[in-house]
């Protein structure tokens, strides 16, 4: 797991116990259970998961061979020289949507020719389109869909932009 149920701020202290109960259940069926770092296996063994001998740590980690791809044809176009910001991500209200829209609104605001290119899908995604339609903002952010070709758009993102509300170490940094 990259985070737990009970770990998030919205659990109530209730529901924090409940999952805790049902994570500790699991635990007597798991022969093993891996962890991204020293840090999170110790919080497992902390919470009395799992037997501290069935806790793997295997790091977070991804390939650093990157080879430089173009755009697909299906991207709008970009000019030369244009600052580029990316996010890549479910869109979904964890993902901190109202502050990625209010953040999309200031900058366009200030700054006319900054594009903004969203590499993702979820089930907040029609009321994030009608938003930024809503505020004249549909020619300066693309919303391009779930992608399996996001390596080759790192290299155009001047900024890459993470309006998370909590999240574990997400892949899309270490990319």
């Known amino acids: 797991p990259h985070t737990l149920a009970f770990q998030s701020p919205d659990c109530t202290e209730f529901s924090a ?22 840090i ?14 069935a806790i793997a740590v295997i790091p977070n980690g991804v390939s650093l061979k990157v080879e430089p791809e173009q755009l697909p044809s299906d991207v709008p176009e970009l000019s030369e020289g244009q600052p580029i910001v990316g996010f890549v991500g479910r869109l979904t209200l964890q993902k901190g949507l109202p502050a990625f829209r209010e ?4 900058v366009c605001a200030k ?12 089930e907040e995604r029609k ?7 809503a505020l004249g ?4 952010v693309r919303l391009l869909g779930h992608r399996n070709d996001v390596r080759c758009f790192y290299p155009r993102f001047d900024l890459l932009m993470m309006t998370s509300d909590y999240e574990g170490l997400p892949y899309v940094v270490l990319e």
């Open 17 to 38: 116990g409940m999952y805790r109960l049902i994570e500790r259940f699991a635990g007597s069926f798991t022969d093993r259970l891996v962890a991204l770092s020293d």
């Open 40 to 53: 999170q296996k110790q919080r497992f063994e902390d919470e009395g998961l799992v037997d501290q001998h």
């Open 103 to 106: 953040t999309v609104r200031r």
């Open 111 to 122: 700054h006319n020719t900054v594009k903004f290119l969203v590499l993702g899908d979820g």
């Open 127 to 133: 009321r994030l389109q009608t938003e930024l339609d």
């Open 137 to 140: 903002l549909t020619d300066r």
